[in-house]
């Protein structure tokens, strides 16, 4: 009231400049920029003039609500309607603003209000914001959100092409359930539309941020060039900064969120998150009632905070907020389905399942709770394996195949890092593993179609994609197992309150402890970034996870922190790392753990940058490299260039050209030139795999094998060499070397049937009964039209050992293949051995 009297007295008093009127227009366009006041001040003297319009009194209440004059909003909203009595608009208004004050009582005499006023003159609402007015309110008295879309939303796109209303409406709805696909359709025509409407450049965004990261982030950009003020996007980015550890920044942007709105209640949840992060329970519980001091019975805070605690793997005290906020409002989905995903994070499948089997009866167009119970479909169907210490769940087939395997590897992980970093899991460790991504995506992100990812811990449960959704691009799926296991082991010690770049950085030095080939290394890539001094800082690392913008980064994040921890343990022992990790568990932040461990934060950030320095240049000392990815690398030589005897790429492209041009003795004496010069090469394109390559042509199989066993010592991915190797170790009849080949491509795709017959060759030559039977019933599972013979051959292995077992896999031979004759002439031994009738 003070502010429209005082814009009043200012029109009344300024000259001609201040005592023009600002249209609707001119105002709806103040609110699109972020000039609240100037709205509200203008808004506020149109409706002491009494100029008419419904408009009015919305900017009005809108202004306010944006500058965190709540109780002000209410007012302005009641005056609205008594004047405009006929209004759906001023009532879905008056609705979120009772909402936002907690007056549930209010909220709903709202939208009955609403209801009466529509049905009693419906030609009266037909333009695109009266249509989307009445969408939401049909929304909250729980008409099917289809109907809503079509019947709303739909006629405000198709009626009214050039108000935005209906779009942002349609797309924000989608996104509300879970549907992004739907969403981005929706909203991106409307963008184009409407460039500089930020709530659906904004919304636009939200929908495609996971398929294109690049271009949501620059609208967001663009929202804030358009309207400086604009509190979704600050908050968003506050979001960002938290995950990425940056508690300072995110503060200082949460600060500008308040500079506007002192009250905005996301502004002080995330604050409430920082604090808790910080482990700060008195400055928490300040944000936390300045967060819900308008509506201490919504349970939208409560949500909020637990879904961001969630994000930052700390899915108890996360499940903790969503229960609160289920206190307040039982049928609230949102927490529902976040506790839902929560509780399967944590392990807790029963009470997980039966949480989001009851919000989707309660919601069934949500796509997330869609997806999820999708994939319980798909799971139920998994076979599981259960030992002492793990449940591991797989698609039946895949676990007769290679289910052994893993069980092994688990079993293995357990014993050892148990045992180095004194920590056994208390309860059994979950490992589902996916033969397809989507089920892996939706189990592990809660959506579909989210590519690049191997394998995601959770403290308890492990989620893995299979090698069979793995074919474009092999990878050593063992290796992958190690890595999220030890997280188990990091995760649990610290109560999941470990940084990720600690986390990642200790799974992969664990890796590379384990096996040389595994995990992250030093490359000639990496050379150039860390002598050009592209290097983040110990104490920043996290933000390196979040702020990639290339494989190639993300990939140098998870070097260098594995880095950070080899330097640890090397200077500091290895105790000071379960010092660190003992202290993150108290409550201690990353930074203050290092600091008491390492002697001083910006000592270790020095020390180790020196480091690795001396890492990159001991690597490869005076070789040169032209790798097309180095940023900056210097252009390929011309043909001259190609002699320079330290330039390994040169000398690549110049073996290339030898054999090309038939010189194949001077390919080869140039390739060998190249091993010597950079023995390290892990890559399949380097000398090694080439020079295999040119021995094979030249029949010289020998040679060959021993270059491509070479390589092996390097390249524990590399799927096309191993399996290559092991053909013609078997051809060669050298058993020992062939069983430990075809150990290497079991760890990277156990589910080819060509690799699996060579193992059983192999094992059948050492007189390896237990691997031979293995292959065996891989072969079943994977050749089912070959099973008469498999059946037979697991029959003949099982004859003395096993009689009964023989019996039933023979009778299952001449079941499929009545007239197999070695089949029947095996039976009949079976038998007679087995009638005592016949023994002597
Ligand atoms: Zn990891």
Request: net charge negative; with cysteine; aromatic share 8%.
């Amino acid at each position: 009231m003070i502010q429209s009297r005082a814009a009043l007295l200012l029109s009344i008093l300024c000259g001609s400049s201040c005592g023009y009127a600002a249209t609707i227009t001119e105002c709806q366009d103040m609110l699109r920029t972020g000039k609240y006041v100037e709205c509200l001040d203008a808004a506020s003297a149109a409706v002491d003039r009494r100029s008419y319009g419904e408009e009015w009194p919305m900017l009005k209440a809108t202004a306010e609500t944006h500058l965190g004059h709540y109780l002000q909003a209410a007012q302005t909203l009641e005056a609205g309607i008594a004047r405009y009595s006929w209004s759906v608009r001023l009532r879905m208004l008056a609705y979120e603003n009772a909402t936002t004050l907690g007056d549930t009582d209010r909220a709903k005499l709202m939208i009955q209000e609403l209801e009466q006023v529509a049905s009693a003159a419906p030609w009266r609402y037909t333009d695109a914001d009266d249509l989307v007015a009445l969408g939401k309110a049909a929304i909250v008295i729980g008409v099917d959100p289809k109907d809503v879309l079509e019947g709303f939303y739909g006629r405000a796109q198709r009626n009214y092409k050039s108000r935005p209303d209906g779009f942002l409406a349609a797309g924000q709805l989608a996104i509300d359930k879970g549907d992004l696909a739907l969403a981005s359709e929706t909203l991106r025509p409307a963008a184009e539309q409407f460039p500089d409407n930020p709530e659906i450049c904004f919304a636009l965004a939200t929908s495609i941020q996971a398929v294109e990261p690049e271009k949501a982030a620059e609208l967001w950009e663009h929202t804030l060039t358009v309207n400086p003020n604009f509190a979704p996007t600050q908050l968003h980015l506050a979001k960002k900064q938290i995950d990425a550890e940056d508690y300072a920044a995110a503060k200082e942007t949460i600060s500008e969120v308040h500079r506007i709105n002192p009250w905005h209640p996301e502004g002080h949840a995330l604050q409430a998150v920082i604090h808790h992060l910080k482990n700060d329970p008195i400055a928490e519980a300040v944000s936390h009632s300045r967060a819900i001091a308008f509506s201490p019975q919504s349970p939208a805070i409560d949500y909020l905070i637990g879904e961001r605690l969630s994000r930052k793997y700390r899915f108890r005290e996360g499940a903790a907020f969503q229960q609160m906020a289920l206190q307040t409002d039982p049928a609230f989905l949102p927490a529902k389905t976040q506790l839902a995903q929560d509780l399967l994070r944590l392990g807790e499948d029963e009470r997980g399942w039966k949480l989001a089997d009851g919000a989707q009866k309660q919601d069934k167009y949500d796509t997330t709770l869609f997806n999820l119970m999708q994939l319980k479909n798909d799971l139920d169907k998994f076979a599981t394996r259960t030992t002492d210490q793990f449940v591991i769940r797989m698609r039946a087939s895949e676990s007769a195949v290679y289910g052994d395997r893993v069980e092994e590897l688990l079993t293995t992980a357990m014993a050892e890092l148990s045992k180095k970093y004194g920590y056994t899991p208390s309860e059994k460790v979950v490992v589902e593993i996916f033969d397809r991504p989507d089920d892996f995506a939706v189990r592990t992100f809660g959506l579909p179609d989210v590519a690049g990812f191997l394998g995601v811990c959770f403290g308890k449960l492990v989620t893995a994609n299979s090698p069979a959704s793995q074919r474009e691009n092999p990878n050593n799926w063992e290796s992958v197992l190690w890595h999220e296991f030890c997280h188990v082991i990091t995760l649990q010690m610290t109560d999941n309150k470990i940084p990720r770049w600690l986390s990642e950085g200790i799974s992969v030095y664990e890796e590379r402890q384990k096996d040389d080939r595994w995990g992250q290394h030093m490359s000639p890539v990496f050379r150039v970034r860390v002598q050009r001094g592209n290097v983040t800082p110990v104490s920043q690392l996290s933000s390196a996870f979040l702020n990639a913008k290339s494989g190639d980064d993300l990939n140098f994040a998870y070097y260098e922190s594995s880095m950070v921890v080899e330097f640890i343990v090397q200077e500091y022992g290895f105790d000071a790392l379960i010092a660190i990790l003992n202290d993150l568990k108290t409550g201690l932040t990353i930074n203050d753990a290092l600091a008491r461990h390492t002697g001083g934060l910006a000592e270790l950030d020095a020390a180790f940058e020196d480091y690795l320095k001396s890492v990159a240049d001991n690597f490869a000392t005076g070789v040169r490299f032209n790798a097309s990815s180095e940023d900056g690398a210097e252009p390929i030589p011309d043909v001259e260039g190609l002699e320079d005897p330290k330039n390994y790429t040169a000398g690549l492209k110049l073996a290339v050209r030898y054999v090309r041009a038939g010189e194949t003795d001077r390919a080869i004496e140039k390739l060998q030139q190249l091993i010597e010069l950079f023995p390290d090469d892990r890559s399949p394109n380097g000398a090694r795999p080439l020079l295999a390559q040119i021995y094979e042509r030249q029949n010289e199989t020998a040679l060959q094998m021993d270059v491509l066993a070479e390589h092996l010592q390097y390249s524990g991915d590399d799927l096309e060499s191993a399996m290559k190797l092991l053909t013609l170790q078997v051809k060669a009849e050298l058993w020992p070397e062939a069983a430990l080949t075809g150990e290497l491509v079991a760890a990277i795709d156990p589910l080819q049937p060509a690799a699996i017959r060579k193992f059983y060759t192999a094992a059948m030559k050492q007189h390896d009964t237990a691997t031979a039977l293995q292959a065996l019933r891989g072969l079943l599972q994977l050749e089912p039209a070959d099973a008469p013979r498999t059946h037979f051959q697991m029959a003949t292995l099982l004859t003395e050992k096993d009689p009964s077992q023989a019996r039933r896999h023979v009778l299952l031979a001449l079941e499929q293949a009545p007239r197999y004759r070695d089949a029947h002439k095996l039976l009949l031994k079976l038998t007679a051995a087995a009638d005592p009738a016949t023994r002597q």
